[in-house]
């Protein structure tokens, strides 16, 4: 199983990024994948989730209307799209795939990207 991340790098203030998390190993289309970041001693926070086909969405309230996640369960891809980027979205950013299958939990982590944005 993996989960690899790409996609993230330095940014100004009201710049944009796109995360990319590739997915092998598992039966992408029936896991609901999340996004989550963390800093430096504060516990890792969820920031996007889509179900697994897609249909719903949601999001931390610190980010809605800015980031959008999406999936590509063709390509066992997921996105997350980040606009009107801030300095508080300087975070280490996480790909999630998680599911419920006959009362087992499995979930699954990528290695995590940096995302800076400063000036």
């Known amino acids: 199983v993996q989960l690899v991340e790409s996609g993230g790098g330095l940014v100004q203030p009201g710049g944009s990024l796109r995360l990319f998390c590739a997915a092998s190993?598992?039966?992408?289309?029936?896991?609901?994948m999340r996004w989550y970041r963390q800093v430096p001693e504060k516990e890792r926070e969820l920031v996007a989730a889509i179900s697994s086909t897609g249909s719903s969405t949601d999001y931390a309230d610190s980010v809605k209307g800015r980031f959008t996640i999406s999936r590509d369960n063709a390509k066992n891809m997921v996105y997350l799209q980040m606009n009107s980027l801030k300095p508080e979205d300087t975070a280490v950013y996480y790909c999630?795939?998680?599911?419920?299958?006959?009362?087992?939990?499995?979930?699954?982590w990528g290695q995590g990207i940096q995302v800076t944005v400063s000036s």
């Open positions: 999630n795939a998680q599911t419920n299958y006959s009362g087992n939990l499995y979930k699954y």
């Open positions: 190993g598992f039966t992408f289309s029936s896991y609901v």
